[in-house]
């Protein structure tokens, strides 16, 4: 069966370091895109990272870039959100995604285009 197995997660202090880890089980989506988005309490799910796994091209909300990495481990076959320089608004409960085929640039931040879908972990940033 097919699926994404999330862990991670917990308190950080804000400036803190967190790291999110998403296993992929059933195929390895070496040729397609895999990402994370958040949700806030009381906000819409909203794109936080992704990878093209053919190039290995990241792509990141402007609200994470410089704080947050995104990469995958080809052996592992498990992605992961280094999530560096905390805020308290990155509080969220966090989701990996990922599709087995590619995605044209302008498709790469839309959540419905990504059909595997993690459980989502608690990440809150709180002093």
């Known amino acids: 069966q097919d699926q994404l197995v999330q862990s991670g997660g917990g308190l950080v202090q804000p400036g803190g370091s967190l790291r999110l880890s998403c296993a992929a089980s059933g195929r390895s989506f070496s040729g397609g895109v895999m990402g994370w988005w958040r949700q806030a309490p009381g906000k819409e799910r909203e794109f936080v990272a992704a990878?093209?796994?053919?190039?290995?091209?990241?792509y990141y909300a402007d609200s994470v870039k410089g704080r947050f990495t995104i990469s995958v481990d080809k052996v592992k076959n498990t992605l992961y959100l280094q999530m560096d320089n905390t805020k308290p608004d990155d509080t969220a409960v966090y989701y990996c995604?990922?599709?087995?085929?590619?995605?044209?640039?302008?498709?790469?931040?839309?959540?419905?285009?990504?059909?595997?879908w993690g459980r989502g972990t608690q990440v809150t940033v709180s002093s």
């Open positions: 995604a990922a599709r087995s085929n590619n995605l044209v640039l302008s498709a790469i931040r839309d959540g419905s285009q990504y059909n595997y």
């Open positions: 990878v093209r796994r053919f190039n290995n091209g990241a």
